[in-house]
């Protein structure tokens, strides 16, 4: 099985690079299809042919393959330098990139080993799953009419009822307490705890006043007086105002 | 069939995974190693003489049940079975570097691929099929990888001693050595 080895000034062999795994492939496929001695690589033809691989396919911004191009046309130039007499000495640039080429098709038929081998274990399946199976895609829906009505309503139904603004009642209304108080210390100069409560109190309100007189005893805006323990508490002007 | 060879029989049917011989071992402390070992011989004979649709076998350094081969186009036509995914030819590579140069840092693997290994490595990490196994000591310890048990469950073999040996390749190289040097071009 021979191919047609193109010319030199003629590299048009055609790849597709997304075929190959890297420059290594597309060099040793180069080399390897066209049934060339590995160890004596016509450099020159097979790297035009490999520039213009990576060229034609619009790929040459990966640098992988960049690399490779360089190098290749590094070693060109280094063949072109005359063999010394002392031919002992001389060591072929090409020696490393066959070293890595050999290297490489080994690691290549290993791939081609452990591929066999794989497919081969993949027809016979265990219990659990060598790894998560793809979700797959839920089985068609069977339904009647009456239950496509049903699910319809059930779905208008669940609409919920517009809310533009909701009335929240507040637990303690400290402020409210203490603007009520206030007002009637304007009113008069004391009054009783339970006139401060305001009308139809909650345990709320209690608390509420409750805290809004500390807090204005505190600033002394009244005092508490209480004559007899548990007995009536009234709230008199407090000093601030009577000093004023 | 006897009752340790029932009860690694339902062991092994039950465990989604390879069962190592130690674990078997414990599901009777008063078995010995070679009763065990027996026990499986003879679990696995009558599998392969009854003519059973299982097969018991012997893979990532334990024992598993699995389907015959034979029924395979069957059971995955009828999507009771899924088969794993392919893994690219770059994953490959990577993996038959790992396999035969493992503890092997990413800058090995690299060399030898000629190409940028991250994004490999990242995927077969995820997938379980390689994993850090140490540093280096080289400049900035670099990590270095391995194969992992399920590496060798994905290709079905016991070791990795079962790979092929590099001298049984049909490329004949002994890695880093230098080939003779060519004769002058």
């Known amino acids: 099985m021979t191919r047609p080895v193109p010319p030199a000034d003629e590299p048009a062999f055609v790849v597709h690079l997304a075929e190959f795994s890297g420059p290594l492939d597309l060099l040793l496929t180069l080399i390897r299809d066209q049934e060339i001695d590995i160890t004596d690589i016509p450099i020159a033809r097979i790297a035009d042919q490999f520039i213009a691989a990576i060229h034609d396919l619009g790929l040459n911004q990966a640098a992988d393959y960049l690399d490779m191009a360089a190098r290749l046309l590094r070693i060109k130039a280094q063949m072109l330098l005359p063999i010394p007499a002392d031919a002992e000495a001389w060591e072929d640039p090409r020696a490393e990139l066959v070293r890595r080429l050999l290297e490489y098709e080994q690691i290549r038929e290993i791939v081609g080993w452990l591929v066999e081998r794989a497919t081969l274990r993949a027809d016979r399946f265990s219990r659990g799953w060598i790894e998560e199976a793809p979700e797959r895609p839920a089985a068609p829906v069977h339904l009647d009419l009456a239950s496509l009505l049903q699910a319809v309503d059930d779905v208008i139904r669940g609409i919920p009822q517009p809310v533009l603004h909701r009335v929240v009642p507040r637990p303690l209304d400290v402020e409210g307490a203490t603007r009520r108080i206030e007002a009637l210390l304007v009113e008069r100069d004391r009054f009783e705890f339970r006139e401060a409560l305001g009308a139809d109190y909650t345990i709320g309100d209690v608390i509420s006043t409750l805290l809004a007189i500390l807090e204005l005893a505190r600033v002394g805006r009244l005092q508490l007086v209480q004559d007899l323990p548990f007995g009536r508490m009234d709230l008199c002007r407090g000093p601030v105002d009577q000093a004023a | ?185």
Do not use: C, N
């Not at chain 2, 414990?26 to 679990?43: G, K, N, Q």
């Not at chain 2, 090995?108 to 540093?135: C, F, K, S």
């Not at chain 2, 900035?140 to 992992?148: A, D, E, N, Q």
């Not at chain 2, 016991?158 to 092929?164: D, H, R, Y």
């Open chain 2, 1 to 185: 069939m006897d009752r340790l060879t029932r009860l690694l029989e339902a062991a092994l049917f039950a465990a989604s995974r390879p069962v190592t011989l130690e674990e078997l071992q414990r599901l009777d402390p008063e078995a010995t190693p070679d009763e065990v070992r027996a026990s499986l011989t003879a679990l696995r004979l009558r599998y392969d003489e009854g003519g059973h649709g299982v097969e018991l076998a012997e893979l990532a350094d334990g024992w598993q049940i699995l389907s015959r081969p034979d029924l395979a186009d069957q059971l995955a036509l009828a999507q009771l079975v899924e088969r794993p995914r392919r893994l690219s030819t770059a994953a490959m590579e990577t993996l038959a570097v790992i396999a035969y140069r493992q503890p092997v840092g990413r800058a090995e693997i690299e060399e030898i691929r000629g190409v940028a290994a991250d994004g490999v490595l990242r995927l077969l990490q995820e997938r379980g099929l390689a994993a850090v196994v140490g540093r280096g000591e080289g400049l900035g310890r670099p990590l270095l990888y391995g194969t992992t048990p399920l590496f060798l469950e994905l290709l079905g073999l016991k070791t990795t001693a079962e790979l092929p040996r590099l001298d049984e390749l049909a490329v004949a190289l002994t890695p880093l050595v230098a080939p003779e040097p060519a004769e002058g071009a």
